[in-house]
C-alpha cells in the first residue's frame, strides 16, 4: 500500500520533488486556482505558512484548472499571480488535474484515503484541502469554504 512519501509532483519552475523530501512534517495540500471565489484563500494559507512554518508545516499549492476553467494560465503565470497578489512563499506545484482519468496519482490516493461528504472521492472544487500528519497519513479533509484560518486547531494538532 502506497504512502505519501512514495509520490512525487514537479515544482512550479518544472524541478521534480519528491514527497519523501517533507518526511516526518505536516503537510497541507490544496488544489488551487487563480479566478476562483475561493482564490483569497491565498491570503490565509500564506498565513499559515508564516505562522506554522518554522515549526514544520508544509503547505503544498497545486494549480487545477478543471472546475470552471478558472486556472487557464502557464504556470509561469500563475506563479506570477500568487507572488504578485498573495506573497505566496509556500511551495507551488505544476498545474495537475484532480479528477478523472488523468488526475495525478497523489489525488487519486488522497481521495482514497480521505473521502468526501458521502464517501465520494472526487475533488468537488478549488481549494479543497487535505492535512497530512507527521506520519504520512491522512488527517482530515476539508471542504472548499472552510477558510484556512478555520484549520489552525487541527495544525496545532499535528504539530505536537
Excluded at 49 to 74: E, I, K
Aim: aromatic share 10%; hydrophobic share 40%.
Amino acid at each position: 500500500m502506497p504512502s505519501i512519501y512514495d509520490f512525487q509532483a514537479q515544482s512550479i519552475d518544472g524541478k521534480p520533488v519528491p514527497l519523501s523530501k517533507y518526511r516526518g512534517q505536516p503537510m497541507l495540500i490544496v488544489n488551487t486556482a487563480s479566478a476562483c471565489g475561493f482564490t483569497p484563500q491565498f491570503a490565509g494559507l500564506e498565513q499559515l505558512h508564516q505562522t506554522y512554518g518554522d515549526r514544520g508545516l508544509v503547505v503544498l499549492g497545486f494549480p487545477c484548472n478543471q472546475f470552471g476553467s478558472q486556472d487557464p494560465g502557464s504556470d509561469s503565470e500563475i506563479a506570477t499571480f500568487c507572488q504578485r497578489n498573495y506573497g505566496v512563499s509556500f511551495p507551488m506545484m505544476s498545474k495537475i488535474e484532480v479528477n478523472g482519468a488523468e488526475a495525478h496519482p497523489l489525488y487519486r490516493w488522497l481521495t482514497a484515503e480521505a473521502p468526501g461528504l458521502l464517501g465520494s472521492k472526487a475533488i468537488k472544487w478549488n481549494f479543497t484541502k487535505f492535512l497530512v500528519g507527521r506520519d504520512g497519513r491522512v488527517i482530515r479533509r476539508y471542504a472548499p469554504q472552510d477558510a484556512p484560518q478555520k484549520l489552525a486547531g487541527d495544525i496545532e494538532a499535528a504539530l505536537a
